[in-house]
């Protein structure tokens, strides 16, 4: 990370793990204008959110907010997989459109990655689409040292399957 | 199926597709003594009971019971993957431990098939562990036409792996 970056990081973005009330709009929103995600994808995200504030870290469901002065501008949503020892999965991260490539994906999964290994976490698991729309997703991936863990055909519906990206922390 | 078996299961079996309260002691025994659960995965299939008794199918997943005369034989846990096209997911099959060898699981599972199918259903996936002691299972899943769609390896814990078996119906 460069010294440029290192400052618009910390000096216009703000880190927050406490889930608020307006995340659940600002995430809607946060989603809605990345075009990656379905109507369906975008109700989840929400119900994790309002499950959050309803029962703290018992939702199973952490967070790391960025935010900017203007508002939301990205988040993560990650936890322990049930019935596992120490694997975790990232549910979800997503930056505004129109921050990408700004290292703030990087940043938050960095951070997501830390926290999970300080929780006990020895393995990140994080599910994608093979959809051509997703190649910079997956390539965001293999680039943060993600290796293809499960890539299970037509999962999601004809000609969009699931690939599993894993990283051991 | 043999007519001798076909007149077992008509006679002494009675299919039920309804949660009553008393399932959730019932499958609670019944998981238990098998001998192939953890306490946590016991408490999640009572919760996926108590789930459905509360909220109906609304509850995302469905059940097919095995009952014989003394109580409950064995059953099946189903439901389709959210935010998939036409994947369904096969939670739990069980049958009492004094009972495997009957053609009771390949009952359950020809019938939990035959709904997923009628739902709309295209695909069942079904995870499974890589240790030993579930290697009949595995061999279960591959003798109804299952095939291995992804392998974990120490997902769930170290030499423990997730194995997800597939079939197209």
Do not use: H
Request: aromatic share 12%; net charge neutral.
């Amino acid at each position: 990370m460069n010294a440029k970056r290192g400052t618009m990081n910390s000096g216009d973005i703000t880190i927050r793990r406490a889930v608020r009330e307006a995340d659940v709009v600002g995430v809607r929103e946060l989603l809605e204008g990345t075009g990656f995600f379905y109507d369906a994808e975008v109700e989840i995200a929400e119900e994790l959110i309002r499950e959050t504030i309803q029962r703290g870290e018992a939702s199973g469901y952490r967070f790391i907010f960025a935010d900017g002065p203007e508002g939301l501008r990205g988040y993560s949503c990650y936890g322990p997989v049930p019935l596992t020892r120490s694997s975790w999965d990232l549910y979800w991260i997503a930056v505004r459109s129109d921050l990408r490539g700004k290292g703030i994906g990087r940043m938050l999964l960095r951070l997501s990655e830390e926290t999970i290994r300080r929780s006990g976490g020895t393995r990140v698991y994080v599910d994608t689409s093979s959809r051509e729309q997703y190649r910079p997703t997956r390539d965001f991936y293999a680039a943060m040292g993600y290796t293809v863990a499960a890539d299970m055909e037509d999962f999601y519906a004809p000609g969009d399957g699931k690939i599993v990206f894993m990283k051991r922390l």
